[in-house]
């Protein structure tokens, strides 16, 4: 990937390299001569660093270490690395015998999700690595996790006793045991999806007592969780369309009083939208979808799932995306899940890892797409990606399962 101009979110993020570096015994001259070469040529970041420095607005450390995997083609974590982990231990359903989710094994995918930190940080430990992502975090900084209940939002309690394809546990629990080896007190961690129900099978099956759940307060009168709500007035706390005729939508409390996401797509296809992937989950953070006549955000999903990701406290925050391939949904969203040909007839018991939202969904993307079946599609999958790409948000590049096809994302896939 080329050079671009550094926010304050990668000088934030340089602050954890800058720490390693020092205490490795690099010292601050070498730090600043590293600072140097990583930015040449990039002049416009070079007086952004000094400028910001000079006014005491970044301490030494967030200068000096400047992330080089953003600035770099290729090094450390760059923002084209995608890690695909795959480990047909991962599941063992059958395909018919009760619910899919019973049969996720908890430490093959504590295994994935160490694996995949590690090789897309470039850290030798998960701890590392999470210090890595969540620079500056302090208790009381809270990390947003935004799965996929889609599927659960017509159940009048908070059981959902189907078999159709939602958000397990068992990814959740795993990120949250990374974390808190790192420090980060459960009380910080909150799990949210603000336009559907979080059944009681997902959130008891929990390990971590004092982790946080939010979800609607609409539809049915019982509280599952905590209600996501709707009322900062945070001057960003509304997304504003490109397309006519669309109203703005307002962004959940839980992520505007965040201080960083993680977001847990599903791998999955989707009738109206192609995928639904990355970007597509946060229709369940914004407050409606769905709106009078022609107020609906199907019908250019395109640009809308753009115009809700360029948002400040979805585009600036995000500092994870991990793709649940555990089991995945073929064909369309409300399905269940089913054999997968390309994952010698089992479930693809795999799990995605980026920084890149827009790699990743093309690699999930080029996972489905392998799947020789019938894809009913309203529009072109990947016509999102091309735009997001073209907004400044990630690699835009189609390959193929084995990865030969991928000249600019770093598709990296470990096998355990």
């Not at 695909?84 to 015998?97: L, M, N, Q, R, Y």
């Not at 059981?159 to 080896?181: C, S, T, Y």
């Not at 091309?386 to 193929?400: C, N």
């Amino acid at each position: 990937m080329g050079k671009r101009k550094i926010n304050r979110r990668d000088f934030l993020k340089g602050a954890a390299i800058a720490g390693a570096g020092l205490a490795a015994g690099g010292g601050l001259l070498h730090a600043r001569r590293s600072l140097a070469a990583l930015l040449a040529g990039d002049q416009e970041a070079v007086d952004q660093a000094i400028r910001g420095h000079k006014l005491g607005q970044i301490s030494d450390e967030d200068a000096q270490a400047t992330v080089a995997a953003y600035m770099t083609e290729g090094g450390g974590t760059g923002e084209s690395r995608v890690v695909h982990v795959h480990d047909p231990d991962a599941t063992s359903w059958d395909f018919s015998t009760g619910w899919y989710g019973d049969y996720v094994d908890q430490s093959v995918v504590n295994n994935m999700v160490d694996a995949g930190l590690r090789q897309l940080t470039g850290q030798s430990t998960v701890v590392a690595a999470w210090q890595m992502l969540l620079p500056g975090y302090a208790s009381g900084k809270a990390i947003a996790i935004k799965v996929n209940f889609n599927n659960s939002g017509n159940t009048a309690d908070c059981f959902d006793n189907d078999n159709i394809i939602d958000a397990l546990i068992e990814p959740v629990n795993a990120i949250i045991r990374g974390m808190k080896e790192m420090g980060v007190r459960e009380e910080d961690i909150w799990v949210y999806d603000a336009l559907r129900r979080l059944p009681h099978r997902f959130r008891t099956g929990c390990l971590y007592s004092n982790v946080r759940f939010f979800d609607t307060q609409r539809f049915f009168p019982a509280q599952c969780a905590e209600p996501a709500t709707y009322s900062s007035s945070d001057p960003n706390a509304e997304v504003h369309f490109s397309r006519p005729g669309f109203t703005p939508r307002r962004l959940t409390d839980v992520l505007i009083n965040a201080t960083y996401l993680i977001n847990m797509p599903i791998v999955k296809d989707h009738y109206y939208a192609g995928v639904t992937l990355t970007f597509k989950n946060h229709f369940g953070t914004i407050d409606a979808v769905v709106r009078a006549g022609d107020d609906n955000l199907h019908h250019d999903i395109t640009s809308a799932l753009l115009d809700i990701y360029l948002n400040p406290h979805i585009r600036d925050k995000t500092v994870l995306v991990v793709g649940d391939g555990l089991y995945g949904a073929l064909e369309n969203t409300n399905t269940m899940p089913s054999r997968w040909s390309t994952f010698g007839n089992d479930a693809p018991n795999s799990l995605f890892f980026a920084v890149d939202p827009v790699a990743i969904d093309c690699v999930m993307l080029d996972i489905l797409d392998a799947e020789p079946v019938n894809h009913p599609r309203w529009v072109l999958p990947d016509a999102y990606l091309e735009l997001a790409a073209a907004a400044g948000l990630g690699i835009f590049e189609r390959g193929d399962l084995g990865g030969s096809g991928y000249n600019q994302i770093d598709y990296l896939k470990i096998e355990l």
